[in-house]
């Protein structure tokens, strides 16, 4: 299948050689082939500053040459076999490896590398630096610069390369449909009102509630409604018959439910938190999770959470765990708790109903208790509609065993 370059990537493309300015260049050749494209370009001729790279944003992709030898030394110098120093070479590599750093930091894009160095070598220091990952998938990819210098063939590898890196593809994609929706939001709550921004200030003012967190939530919320549905090609996205690593699976599926990354101050339904504690058998650990709903917890500055208490199933060596079946690809439920695979670094947690306790904010927090992450929606819906129909169970006699067995 061939991919429209074009439309995929939207966006300024930045371009990064010493010789970027010399029309004789080889890398002429290579802007041509961009510019064929229409995607604009932006050209430096020496890395870029930090203050700079922070700009970087929403970019098509970068090309950046391995050395950039100017003004330190000339293309004629090299040429003519002149080295360079083994402290300029050092300087270089640490250069680029920080550049790579800065702009991952800033902006998810394809970075490309080309080179008429040793591709091996830059392999390699960039695995060392765990920027580049040789057995894996990622955003740079490392070309000789004589290969991208034909017609088409810059082209030809972006689309190689896409074909073998779905996430770069789905970003692209996403990217695409979510500037499109961020732009329909914002065109038509400007015809509603041009200052519809204060107006939904005021209103959560007089809530009482977080304006800044109320305001973000209004935003992403009709943002979500906008870019639905989705439209991603299954060409770049059915994989192999391979089957996954079980670690690398289970951390996909938390990533996708468990939130780790959390604001000093924001507090949400679904946060955990670890505690760890001694009693007469020795350490022990448990977990909390807050069940209460979010329009309660942003009204008041130290509001008391609804806690359930969670402890870590263990699996045998078959996988089972003891008095759990599994059906479906879910875990069998009983009424009184709620199990979750896989928060905390791939472990299975049973939260208890029964043991329910109300407890300050302001308590957690504490020396032997820290939050580490957050379960998303619906997963933390899942667990408060579960809670609810606890709460309003009807007890019904035991049925003896003799009457079933």
Known sequence: MTIKISELFK??????????DDTKANITQILKQISSLEIPIVKYAKLPSEGEVSHFQNLSFVLFDWRLIKPDLSTADVAAGVSIPPGLENAYIEQNI??????????????????????DFIIAKLNSEHVFESDKPCNVLIRSKSTLQEEG????????????????????????????????????????????PQIMWKCFEEDGGNKSLELGELISR???????????????????????????????????????????????TGDVYLEEYQDAEG????????????????????????CLPGYELTQKANGKIDNISF?????????YHAIVPFIDNGKIIEFKFSEFEIRQKSSLPGASIKRIGRILPPYITKIQQRFALY???????????????
């Open 153 to 196: 063939s810059l082209q030809k590898a972006i689309e190689e390369w896409i074909k073998t890196n779905p996430s770069i593809y789905v970003l692209k994609e996403w990217e695409r449909e979510y500037q499109r929706s961020k732009n329909r939001l914002f065109f038509e709550f400007q015809n509603l009102s041009p200052v519809w």
């Open 391 to 405: 709460l309003h169970r009807q007890g019904l006699p035991r049925i003896p065993d003799e009457a079933i067995f």
């Open 283 to 306: 350490a022990k650990r448990r977990y909390w999770l807050n069940i209460r709903a979010q329009c309660d917890l942003v009204r008041n500055e130290n509001p008391h959470l609804y």
């Open 11 to 20: 966006g300024v493309s930045i371009v990064i050689d010493d010789e970027v």
């Open 222 to 268: 009709n943002l979500d409604t906008r870019m639905k549905p989705f439209e991603f090609d299954e060409t770049f996205l059915k994989g192999t018959d391979a089957k996954p690593d079980r670690n690398e699976l289970r951390q996909v599926l938390e990533g996708a439910k468990f939130l780790k990354q959390l604001h000093e101050k924001d507090i949400s």
């Open 327 to 335: 059906s479906q690809g879910e875990f069998v439920e009983k009424g």
């Open 98 to 119: 920080r550049f790579i750093r800065n702009l991952n930091a800033v902006c998810y894009c394809p970075i490309f590398v080309f080179t008429n160095e040793d591709k």
